[in-house]
């Protein structure tokens, strides 16, 4: 149809924050390796892993150096080539200090992965396939870090219907999905026939934002005859790339409040991890390094780099050349990443984006907060159909108790729209972040 | 990178702020004023800066007094000061329009907490003030376009405080405008059955409050508003549209007795109130259905009021009852939250 483009399939409301995706353009670059690398245990939601090296050990670039902890637990590898000098308490993201290993590089080291186990992809099971997956330690790399076996084996009783492939990036500045898409689409495909024999699911729906539509006709031109996997053109609007937003966009349905999307036969995952599946599990290696998008005003190399886990941070931006008047460093996206409190910290797994703001941009973001005018455009633009005004008041006098139960509180899974329009400044994903918390203790007390 | 701030996500921000929507609605209402000036003169002029003057000296008092700081930047009373000051007669006496100033922000405003907690439209608020404690006054108009409008004040203008006005009745004859009779359309339509055309309303050559009189610069400035997001179009549609309904249905109905839709719609304040005062972001529903419902509150109360009340006008307690209704519509119109089969209303019984 000719009108095609203005019926892009999407979900209601929602903003459209500048893009700011530059560095969509430039093909992904490999960070150099740095001098010392440190692995927290934990860098997914679920039990650490437990070591299997030990201090003054030699390991290779991809040998595994920590084993799974039970079912919900990913093993680690080693990123590189060198000695393990400490296993201990090192500073991480969260600010909490956690059980780590730290390498130390060998100068001088190709650092080519000489560790693998090829394996026959074509002979495996789905049963196989969920152990393959978790022996790559691969967890959700949109964000989420959530194992990705785990996510693949939906409880028996509730038959997977759908794969959907979320390669929406909606979040501004990151474009790692977008150039991960574009150059390795066969990878893509490759890892997504692996996702839909594990889950069982007969249809797989790449969903991307009609802003790449590079990534669109790569995908396109290496798609199976058979119809199975299809590519679709979403509205490019945030929070497209939430997985309640786009189900809603392929799928027409939603996901009913408190359920999981498995609950109506959908299994969701990340183009970024699904692509580095289709490399890993063939070669039968481990994953050891992410692609990340560095950029922000200021940075002088921005783009999208090739970072072994385990960088510290610090040499990550000193690579990116990143203004050395930072005063904010976010990791993840603009409107949902989280601001870091030190830069001694390395990069995780989960790690899709590090923005950097200078003053004169963070000055720029500060207003004045004013009352709640009741303009009401958080509920012009809330993608969960909440009212975020209400629900503010009700926060700042803290009926908690009356938000959960009357104004879907739990339904909030803190997209920022409200507060990114809010003409009065208010804090409101805060409050209901804080609100969410109380509502939680009160419940288990 | 020796300093590191920490601040939560969203760490970017839509340009549209509070300031710079408040800002907005003042260029939009400047036109107005100045076609209130180009048609009653001086009158109308120093009529505009007293009561504006007179709301932001409230607000500063308010907002010292509170410890809230310099709230004037805000804009928000002067939006209060020329609306209330636009929907009183040009010949308004000054002290009776410090009096009305005064009302709006400190009752309507500062008394519940200043902006954003406030129930009630301010200038409404000032403006049903004054209507109650000077009736007569409010209801005395001078003609448009008089053409020593310019040289010479109204005489009621400077109206010693606390006096009763001054009579105009020479100040009128000396204008020589034909059959000025000193009472507004929506007057003559209840008491003597007259009818203007439209063309009186669009062009502004009708007896009215200082900035009733042009339904087309209303239209162009709350077009501007609406088109820039400064404003919830849906509204003014959901008002003027109920009350032309309404006024359709009871013409239809009865065409001899009521006038015809176009005429409810273009006299007295219905498109100032639409546009301008219904909009209040304050005062009015957050929910999509609430606003609708809201809307069209206004318009049907309006009609009521004008057809079957003893005021001849009715926008002004039309609104202000659906401000008083508005929290009302919003607990019974919650928004569809994604996931959930049907609208809760979170006022019903759980």
Known sequence: MILDFLFKPSFERGVHPPQFKETGRTPIRRMPFASRYTLPLSQSVGRAAKPIVTVGQEVLRGQPIAETAGYVSVPLHSPVTGIVEDIGLHPTLSGEWQESIVIRAFEGASQEVLYGDPVDVDALTPEQIINAVQATGMVGLGGAAFPTHAKLAAPKEWPIEHLLVNGCECEPFLTADHR???????????????????????????????????????????????????????KTKYPQGAAEMLVKALLGREVPAGARSYQIGVVMQNVGTLAELGRL??????????????????????????????????????QAGAPRDAVEVILGGPMMGAAIASLDVPVTKAISGILVFDRSAMQKERGKTH??????????????????????????????????????????????????????????????????????????A | MSKIELRAAPHVHAP?????????????LMPICIFSVWQYGLSSAVLIVT??????????????????????????????????????????????GAVA???????????????????????????????????????????????????????????????????????????????????????????????YTTHDFLSGAVTASAGETSAILILLCGGYLALRKFMDWRIPVAVVGSAALLAWILHLAVPGRYPEPLFVVLSGGLMLGAVFMATDMATSPVTPLGIWIYGALIGVLTVVIRYFGGLTEGVMYAILIANAASPLIEQFTQPRAYGTAKTDTAGGAK
């Open chain 1, 281 to 318: 599990i063939p070669r039968g290696q481990g994953f050891i390094e992410r692609v990340v998008t560095i950029a922000g005003p200021g940075v002088s190399k921005p783009g999208n780099y090739l970072v072994p886990i385990g960088t510290p941070l610090r040499f990550v931006l000193e």
């Open chain 2, 101 to 195: 100033g005064f009302a709006a922000i400190a009752l309507g405003k500062a008394l519940f907490g200043g902006l954003g907690f406030n129930p009630f439209n301010p200038a409404l608020v000032g403006r049903a003030f004054v209507q109650a404690a000077f009736p007569s006054t409010i209801a005395s108009f001078v003609p448009a376009f008089a053409q020593q409008r310019f040289t010479s004040f109204v005489p009621s203008t400077w109206t010693a405080p606390l006096m009763i006005p001054t009579d105009n009745t020479g100040w009128i004859k000396d204008a020589a405008v034909d059959a000025f009779t000193g009472a507004t359309p929506l007057g003559r339509w209840k008491f003597e059955n007259f009818t």
């Open chain 1, 371 to 444: 009352p709640c005018i009741k303009c009401g455009e958080c509920v012009n633009v809330c993608p969960k159909g909440l009212n975020p005004s209400t629900l503010g008041m009700l926060a700042a006098k803290r009926e908690y108790d009356l938000m959960a139960e009357r104004y879907h509180l739990d339904g909030c899974f803190e997209c920022g729209c409200c507060s990114y329009v809010c003409p009065s400044n208010i804090p409101l994903v805060q409050q209901f972040r804080v609100a969410k918390e109380i509502v939680r203790e009160r419940q288990a």
């Open chain 2, 51 to 96: 009561v504006t003057a007179t709301c932001l000296a409230t607000e500063r008092f308010f907002s010292k007094a509170s410890g809230k700081g310099n709230t004037l930047a805000d804009w928000s009373a002067t939006i209060t000061g020329l609306l209330l000051a636009l929907t009183l007669p040009p010949s308004f006496p000054l002290w009776m």
């Open chain 1, 180 to 234: 991960m898409m574009v150059e390795w689409p066969q990878h893509l495909i490759t890892g997504t026939k692996f996702a839909m024999k594990a889950c069982g699911a007969k249809r797989a729906l790449i969903g991307v934002e009609d802003n790449k539509p590079d990534a669109i006709a790569a995908i396109e031109k290496v798609l199976p005859d058979d119809g199975s996997i299809t590519v679709h053109a979403v």
């Open chain 2, 16 to 28: 549209r702020s509070v300031e710079n929507i408040m800002f907005n609605v003042v260029l939009a």
